[in-house]
């Protein structure tokens, strides 16, 4: 019972969501057994450690794989500084 609570709420998590690309966020992908031929993904997941300790609370045959849609940290450029220009009083 405590398993489908914890499953219904993780499928919420999803289904609620407001931005479906965040789901590609993380470098590593857990990959869950629902039974039944069914399972689900979670790619939101930072590391390899994270990720095993995660599947393995779910199913014994849950496991972790590279996120195929990761595309490493978003490369923001610093602004530009504009150096202000010195007024000189008149």
């Not at 590593?28 to 031929?37: D, F, P, S, T, Y």
């Not at 399972?39 to 990720?51: A, G, H, I, K």
């Amino acid at each position: 019972m405590r398993k489908h609570a914890m499953l219904a709420a993780f499928a919420a998590c999803f289904l609620l969501g407001p931005n479906s690309a965040r789901a590609y966020h993380g470098p590593w992908c857990a990959v869950i057994n629902l039974g039944g031929g069914s399972s689900t993904e979670n790619c939101s997941l930072p590391s390899f450690e994270v990720c095993r300790a995660y599947a393995m609370g779910f199913a014994s045959t849950s496991f972790c794989r590279k996120n195929a849609n990761f595309r490493g940290p978003s490369q923001e450029y610093p602004r530009r500084r504009d150096k202000k220009s010195k007024q000189h009083s008149q």
